[in-house]
């Protein structure tokens, strides 16, 4: 058979229905994993679903316990053709966050896949089951197409627990590294840059939670008697906020601002569209740092974001000065920022101008990784995707939000490729979450094609290691 036939077949497994009879039934596992406990339904969704689908595909499929007490399991499968032969790492998650049934359209389930108006909605049809159904249903496709002999090893890494900050997903890809071992990443997750341009990211921004605290006193104490002659602590915590990050949204910490956005990083962003998208919000003209376009701004810089203030009773005010206020904030920053450095950067800002009272807390954190742009794999997936789908791809850097790829960049030491089958509007994290089927029949093909090409003589595999 030839590509031509792999593509066609791919064709075919969407639109005989076979594709959205699967995804239906994944959609249907309750599999949420932000709850605080690891649900029966993670583990379900690997032995049911998953262990059975990729068995008839040939791998040799084990799930294994969670490092961390209490988290989902984790299923491995590899599809050893040959010992020697280069091999590819692919991965996904199955769980979801919480379905939220209540704040869904009037007809629509997170638990049900419901195909309305042009889109199929339910919970995880976005992120991630139905991004990974699409990559393996490609690779099935190429399995078929190349007689059983795609002239490479393949291992599939299933998590549950991405939703809720891939626990134990670290310490199990050091523990399995042998078993992981493999020349090349591809995962599928995240957004397209929007719904009509097919896309590949190279890595990810970082993230760290942290939350700035100050406790004045003890109780409240009220604002007529005490005004003005103590301290309001929302008023300083106010304060302290706009000496981090100013009115435009420009961050004032100079030792978390990047230094990576590079020439060639700037030339991959400079046809990079954002926002104007179905469902996205509208710019804000002037917000963020000076001198970069939207693209930079959202790809290739740092931000820092306030997510939450409290202070008082905000559901019922009082004539009171709080005791004590809170902001959780989080920095997104790219490679080549001191973001370890992040408390001590922090406390050295705040004191300088005059906040030795407010308290630095650090929270959930992860690194920012980044594939060359200009490596030779990523050459290789355009051309791939080009073929596939008639048009040039997107490249991102990384992508604006955050994923765990710093265990395939990092840990097991991949060149890592990401090519997302979602857009940027389709409701991951809320209601009405959904898949637009046009994108995922065309990932499908996308997919197919890449799994396809890699079985080719120009695949830039590593050359073997000379016999010693």
């Known amino acids: 058979m030839t590509r031509t036939d792999c593509l066609a077949a791919a064709d075919g497994h969407f639109d005989d229905g076979s594709f959205l009879e699967a995804l239906c039934r994944r959609v249907a596992y309750r599999s949420e994993s932000d709850a605080g406990c690891a649900s029966p339904a993670l583990a379900q969704y690997l032995e049911q679903e998953m262990?059975?689908?990729?068995?008839?595909?040939?791998?040799?499929?084990?799930?294994?316990?969670?490092?961390?007490?209490?988290?989902?399991?984790?299923?491995?499968?590899?599809?050893?053709?040959?010992?020697?032969?280069?091999?590819?790492?692919?991965?996904?998650?199955?769980?979801?966050?919480?379905?939220?049934?209540?704040?869904?359209?009037?007809?629509?389930?997170?638990?049900?896949?419901?195909?309305?108006?042009?889109?199929?909605?339910?919970?995880?049809?976005?992120?991630?089951?139905?991004?990974?159904?699409?990559?393996?249903?490609?690779?099935?496709?190429?399995?078929?197409?190349?007689?059983?002999?795609?002239?490479?090893?393949?291992?599939?890494?299933?998590?549950?627990?991405?939703?809720?900050?891939?626990?134990?997903?670290?310490a199990f890809c050091h523990e399995q590294r042998e078993r992981l071992r493999a020349d090349l990443f591809i995962g599928c997750d995240g957004p397209r840059v929007?719904?009509?341009?097919?896309?590949?990211?190279?890595?990810?921004?970082?993230?760290?939670?942290?939350?700035?605290?100050?406790?004045?006193?003890?109780?409240?104490?009220?604002?007529?008697?005490?005004?003005?002659?103590?301290?309001?602590p929302a008023t300083r915590l106010a304060n302290a906020l706009a000496?981090?990050?100013?009115?435009?949204?420009?961050?004032?910490?100079?030792?978390?601002?990047?230094?990576?956005?590079?020439?060639?990083?700037?030339?991959?962003?400079?046809?990079?569209?954002?926002?104007?998208g179905d469902g996205d919000p509208p710019l804000t003209p002037g917000w963020g740092e000076p001198g970069l376009s939207a693209a930079e701004r959202l790809i290739g810089w740092n931000t820092l974001e306030v997510l939450a203030l409290e202070a008082g009773t905000p559901q019922r005010p009082v004539n009171a000065i709080p005791p004590a206020a809170v902001a959780h904030c989080q920095l997104r920053f790219v490679v080549g920022t001191r973001w370890r450095e992040l408390p001590e950067l922090l406390?050295?800002?705040?004191?300088?101008?005059?906040?030795?009272?407010?308290?630095?807390?650090?929270?959930?954190?992860?690194?920012?990784?980044?594939?060359?742009?200009e490596h030779p794999w990523v050459r290789w997936a355009c051309r791939s995707m080009a073929r596939s789908c008639g048009a040039e791809p997107a490249v991102l850097p990384n992508l604006a939000g955050s994923l765990p790829n710093e265990v395939f960049a990092e840990t097991l030491?991949?060149?890592?490729?990401?090519?997302?089958?979602?857009?940027?509007?389709?409701?991951?994290?809320?209601?009405?979450?959904?898949?637009?089927?046009?994108?995922?029949?065309?990932?499908?093909?996308?997919?197919?094609?890449?799994?396809?090409?890699?079985?080719?003589?120009?695949?830039?595999?590593?050359?073997?290691?000379?016999?010693?």
């Not at 509007?425 to 090409?453: F, K, N, S, T």
């Open 347 to 373: 406390r050295r800002h705040l004191d300088a101008h005059g906040f030795e009272d407010v308290a630095v807390e650090l929270g959930m954190q992860g690194a920012a990784t980044r594939l060359d742009v």
């Open 194 to 232: 929007c719904a009509g341009r097919p896309t590949v990211f190279l890595g990810s921004r970082g993230m760290v939670n942290f939350s700035l605290r100050l406790q004045a006193r003890q109780r409240g104490y009220h604002s007529g008697n005490w005004g003005g002659v103590i301290s309001n």
């Open 51 to 170: 262990r059975p689908f990729l068995g008839a595909l040939d791998f040799d499929v084990q799930v294994l316990p969670n490092p961390v007490a209490g988290a989902g399991p984790l299923l491995v499968a590899r599809r050893i053709e040959a010992q020697g032969l280069p091999a590819v790492l692919t991965y996904g998650h199955g769980d979801v966050v919480g379905g939220q049934p209540d704040a869904w359209s009037p007809g629509l389930s997170p638990w049900q896949l419901t195909v309305r108006e042009g889109k199929w909605y339910g919970r995880g049809t976005a992120d991630n089951k139905g991004q990974h159904s699409v990559n393996l249903a490609g690779l099935a496709a190429a399995i078929e197409a190349r007689g059983g002999r795609l002239g490479y090893n393949v291992t599939v890494l299933l998590e549950t627990g991405e939703e809720a900050g891939s626990p134990g997903l670290q």
């Open 413 to 468: 030491g991949l060149p890592t490729l990401w090519v997302p089958h979602s857009y940027p509007a389709c409701g991951q994290h809320g209601p009405d979450e959904h898949l637009l089927p046009g994108v995922a029949r065309e990932g499908l093909r996308i997919m197919a094609g890449l799994y396809w090409d890699l079985g080719e003589p120009d695949a830039p595999w590593p050359a073997p290691a000379a016999a010693g």
């Open 243 to 276: 000496c981090l990050v100013d009115a435009r949204g420009v961050m004032r910490v100079d030792g978390l601002r990047p230094d990576s956005l590079t020439p060639a990083v700037r030339a991959a962003l400079r046809d990079i569209p954002v926002g104007a």
